[in-house]
C-alpha cells in the first residue's frame, strides 16, 4: 500500500468560443480570397492596374481617415467648450466616425474586397444602419448581463455620482457595543 499525496486534478479547460475558433479561418478564407483577386485582375488588365488601385485605394484610406478624425477632434472640442460654459452637452447621435476610420483603413489594406467593404462603409445610410444595429445589439448584451461582468460594471458606474466620485466609508452601528475593546481594528472597505 503506498501512501502519498493525492495525484493534483486539473480543472477541466474551458470551452473555446465559437469565435475563437472560427476568427482566425476566417481571415486565412479572406486573405486567400484577397490575393487570388488580385491575381485574376492583374491577369485581366495589367500588374500596373492592380499597382495603380491599391495606391489609390491607400491615397482614398488616408484621406477618409484623417478627415474622421478631424471631425471627431472638432465635436470633442465643441464638448468640452459646452461643459465648461455650463450648457448641457448636446449628443449628436454618433456621426459615424468611428465607421468612416474603419472604411478608411479597409481602404488602406491591400486588397479588392477590404476596398469594396471599405467605400460600402463610407455611405451614410450604410453606417445609419450599422449604428443602429450596434446600439440595440450592445443595448440587449446590457441587459442581459449577469451580476460580476462588464455590463454589471457599467450599471454599477451609472448608480454612483454624476462626477463620478466614490465616497468610501465605514457602517456604525448604533446600539451595539462601542469602544476600543470592541473594535477588531480597520475595516475593509465596503464591496457589494
Do not use: C
Request: aromatic share 6%.
Amino acid at each position: 500500500m503506498t501512501t502519498g499525496a493525492p495525484s493534483p486534478t486539473y480543472p477541466a479547460r474551458p470551452r473555446r468560443s465559437r469565435l475563437r475558433i472560427f476568427l482566425p479561418l476566417g481571415i486565412a478564407a479572406w486573405l486567400v480570397l484577397e490575393i487570388w483577386l488580385l491575381t485574376v485582375v492583374a491577369g485581366a488588365a495589367s500588374g500596373f492596374t492592380v499597382f495603380l488601385l491599391l495606391v489609390a485605394g491607400f491615397v482614398l484610406g488616408a484621406v477618409v481617415i484623417k478627415r474622421a478624425g478631424r471631425r471627431a477632434f472638432r465635436n470633442l472640442s465643441e464638448t468640452l467648450q459646452q461643459q465648461q460654459s455650463g450648457a448641457a452637452p448636446t449628443t449628436g447621435g454618433g456621426n459615424g466616425n468611428g465607421l468612416m476610420m474603419l472604411g478608411g483603413l479597409l481602404l488602406m489594406l491591400p486588397g479588392l474586397i477590404s476596398d469594396a467593404v471599405g467605400l460600402l462603409l463610407l455611405i451614410p445610410p450604410v453606417q445609419k444602419a450599422l449604428s443602429r444595429y450596434a446600439e440595440r445589439t450592445l443595448d440587449r448584451k446590457m441587459r442581459a448581463a449577469v451580476p460580476g461582468t462588464l455590463g454589471d460594471a457599467f450599471q454599477q458606474a451609472r448608480m454612483h455620482r454624476p462626477d463620478g466620485k466614490v465616497v468610501q466609508g465605514e457602517v456604525i452601528r448604533d446600539g451595539g457595543p462601542q469602544g476600543p475593546a470592541s473594535d477588531p481594528g480597520p475595516h475593509p472597505p465596503l464591496t457589494r
